[in-house]
Nanobody, 124 residues
Protein backbone atom coordinates (compact mmCIF):
# COMPACT_ATOMS: atom_id res chain seq x y z
CA UNK A 1 0.00 0.00 0.00
CA UNK A 2 0.94 3.63 -0.32
CA UNK A 3 -0.32 6.50 1.81
CA UNK A 4 -0.77 9.91 0.21
CA UNK A 5 -1.00 13.32 1.85
CA UNK A 6 -1.65 16.47 -0.17
CA UNK A 7 -0.63 19.98 0.84
CA UNK A 8 -0.20 23.41 -0.70
CA UNK A 9 -3.80 24.40 -1.23
CA UNK A 10 -5.23 27.68 -0.03
CA UNK A 11 -7.01 30.89 -0.92
CA UNK A 12 -5.51 32.82 -3.82
CA UNK A 13 -6.59 35.65 -6.06
CA UNK A 14 -7.42 35.04 -9.69
CA UNK A 15 -4.27 35.15 -11.78
CA UNK A 16 -2.12 33.78 -9.02
CA UNK A 17 -0.23 30.49 -8.80
CA UNK A 18 -0.03 27.52 -6.48
CA UNK A 19 2.09 24.42 -6.23
CA UNK A 20 0.37 21.44 -4.71
CA UNK A 21 2.41 18.61 -3.23
CA UNK A 22 1.54 15.01 -2.53
CA UNK A 23 3.82 13.19 -0.11
CA UNK A 24 3.83 9.42 -0.36
CA UNK A 25 4.81 6.83 2.21
CA UNK A 26 4.64 3.09 2.34
CA UNK A 27 5.32 0.94 -0.68
CA UNK A 28 7.72 2.24 -3.33
CA UNK A 29 6.33 5.48 -4.70
CA UNK A 30 8.28 5.11 -7.90
CA UNK A 31 6.41 1.96 -8.84
CA UNK A 32 3.11 3.83 -9.29
CA UNK A 33 1.83 5.95 -12.09
CA UNK A 34 0.25 8.98 -10.43
CA UNK A 35 -2.53 11.41 -11.10
CA UNK A 36 -4.31 14.52 -9.90
CA UNK A 37 -8.07 14.88 -9.81
CA UNK A 38 -10.33 17.63 -8.53
CA UNK A 39 -13.91 18.02 -7.35
CA UNK A 40 -15.73 21.32 -7.33
CA UNK A 41 -18.85 21.84 -5.19
CA UNK A 42 -21.84 20.15 -6.77
CA UNK A 43 -19.72 18.49 -9.46
CA UNK A 44 -18.32 15.04 -9.97
CA UNK A 45 -14.63 14.44 -9.48
CA UNK A 46 -12.71 15.04 -12.71
CA UNK A 47 -9.33 14.10 -14.08
CA UNK A 48 -6.69 16.83 -14.11
CA UNK A 49 -3.32 15.30 -15.02
CA UNK A 50 -1.34 12.07 -14.92
CA UNK A 51 2.31 11.07 -15.00
CA UNK A 52 4.09 7.79 -15.58
CA UNK A 53 6.34 6.08 -13.05
CA UNK A 54 9.52 7.79 -14.11
CA UNK A 55 8.11 11.25 -14.83
CA UNK A 56 8.93 11.21 -18.50
CA UNK A 57 5.37 11.04 -19.78
CA UNK A 58 2.54 13.33 -18.77
CA UNK A 59 -1.06 13.77 -19.85
CA UNK A 60 -3.53 16.58 -19.16
CA UNK A 61 -7.20 17.31 -19.39
CA UNK A 62 -7.51 19.26 -22.63
CA UNK A 63 -9.11 22.30 -21.05
CA UNK A 64 -6.28 22.64 -18.52
CA UNK A 65 -3.27 22.34 -20.81
CA UNK A 66 -0.87 25.22 -20.51
CA UNK A 67 -1.78 26.20 -16.96
CA UNK A 68 -1.23 22.92 -15.11
CA UNK A 69 2.07 21.06 -14.83
CA UNK A 70 2.39 17.67 -13.16
CA UNK A 71 5.79 16.44 -12.03
CA UNK A 72 7.31 14.02 -9.57
CA UNK A 73 10.50 13.52 -7.60
CA UNK A 74 10.90 9.84 -6.85
CA UNK A 75 13.91 10.53 -4.63
CA UNK A 76 11.61 12.59 -2.38
CA UNK A 77 8.53 10.38 -2.79
CA UNK A 78 6.60 13.46 -3.84
CA UNK A 79 4.18 14.37 -6.61
CA UNK A 80 3.58 17.99 -7.62
CA UNK A 81 0.97 20.02 -9.46
CA UNK A 82 1.92 23.53 -10.48
CA UNK A 83 -1.07 25.71 -11.35
CA UNK A 84 -0.69 29.14 -12.91
CA UNK A 85 -3.15 31.84 -14.00
CA UNK A 86 -5.67 30.55 -11.50
CA UNK A 87 -9.34 31.15 -12.26
CA UNK A 88 -12.38 31.07 -9.97
CA UNK A 89 -13.52 27.90 -11.76
CA UNK A 90 -10.37 26.16 -10.45
CA UNK A 91 -11.93 26.27 -6.99
CA UNK A 92 -12.12 22.63 -5.91
CA UNK A 93 -10.69 19.98 -3.65
CA UNK A 94 -7.65 18.59 -5.40
CA UNK A 95 -6.69 14.95 -4.88
CA UNK A 96 -3.61 12.96 -5.74
CA UNK A 97 -3.89 9.28 -6.45
CA UNK A 98 -1.75 6.24 -7.26
CA UNK A 99 -2.73 3.99 -10.14
CA UNK A 100 -2.20 0.35 -11.02
CA UNK A 101 -2.46 1.15 -14.74
CA UNK A 102 0.76 1.82 -16.62
CA UNK A 103 1.94 4.02 -18.20
CA UNK A 104 -0.83 6.19 -16.67
CA UNK A 105 -4.61 6.45 -16.46
CA UNK A 106 -7.23 9.16 -16.85
CA UNK A 107 -9.94 7.05 -15.19
CA UNK A 108 -10.43 7.36 -11.46
CA UNK A 109 -11.53 3.74 -11.20
CA UNK A 110 -8.01 2.68 -12.15
CA UNK A 111 -6.55 4.50 -9.15
CA UNK A 112 -6.24 2.40 -6.02
CA UNK A 113 -4.91 4.86 -3.46
CA UNK A 114 -6.10 8.39 -2.74
CA UNK A 115 -5.11 11.26 -0.53
CA UNK A 116 -7.58 13.22 1.56
CA UNK A 117 -7.47 16.23 -0.74
CA UNK A 118 -6.38 19.84 -0.44
CA UNK A 119 -8.74 22.76 -0.98
CA UNK A 120 -7.93 25.36 -3.61
CA UNK A 121 -10.11 28.47 -3.53
CA UNK A 122 -9.68 31.21 -6.11
CA UNK A 123 -11.23 34.62 -5.50
CA UNK A 124 -11.92 37.39 -7.97
Amino acid sequence: QVQLVESGGGLVEAGGSLRLSCAASGRAFGSYPMGWFRQAPGNEREFVAAINRYGGTTYYRDSLKGRFTISRDNTKNTLYLQITSLKPEDTAVHYCAASRRAPYSVTEYEYDYWGQGTQVTVSL
